[in-house]
């Protein structure tokens, strides 16, 4: 991505914070990660993301989903002899549609979001709305999106190793670039 798209989405995904209630640190606010996937469609497949702290033990985010705004599908795999992480998401603003691989017989025509420009496997919906929350086991194959209003939601796991993630899409590139 540009450095001025980049900034573009920081300021977008500031505004959801301050809509959530949730204060930022001018270096967190300098520091929102974007993950725009590597498919150049940022604002419908991608990310806004801060994360407070990575220890090899715990992980704590907040993450900004634009309107109708998708994560595409992925695993948290095994990495450094370490487990998946496991990761409990609680929604803290807007509406959250988290698809997993826990219910087998879940089709698409299931799903209350449109199906998003990149491959999706999963279809077991759970909708988190403000202070309600999930928990993802390793290995889960998952992914979630906003609804029209946009989210913001608190992620705690065990430690994030994000960059070997396994999607479902093999064009996703995980780790940003600035270009």
């Not at 604002?43 to 985010?61: H, M, P, S, W």
């Amino acid at each position: 991505m540009k450095k001025e798209d980049i900034l573009k989405q920081r300021e977008k995904a500031l505004e959801y914070y301050k809509k959530a209630g949730i204060v930022l640190t001018p270096k967190e606010a300098a520091n929102i990660e974007i993950a725009e996937f590597g498919l150049g469609m940022v604002d419908e497949v991608g990310l806004q993301l801060v994360t407070y702290v990575n220890t090899d033990r715990v992980c704590a985010k907040e993450m900004v989903l634009l309107p109708h705004q998708v994560c595409p599908e992925h695993r948290h795999v095994p990495t450094n002899g370490m487990e998946g992480k496991e990761e409990t998401f609680r929604c803290r603003y807007g509406k959250v549609y988290l698809y997993t691989d826990t219910d087998k017989s879940a089709k698409a025509a299931d799903i209350h979001v449109p199906l998003p420009k990149t491959n999706v496997t999963v279809f077991a919906e759970t909708v988190l709305c403000p202070g309600q929350q999930f928990t993802i086991m390793p290995g889960t194959l998952h992914w979630f999106a906003a609804g029209e209003e946009g989210a913001v939601i608190s992620e705690f796991s065990t430690h994030s190793t994000d960059e070997t993630d396994c999607f479902t899409d093999k064009r996703i590139i995980r780790i940003p670039t600035e270009e």
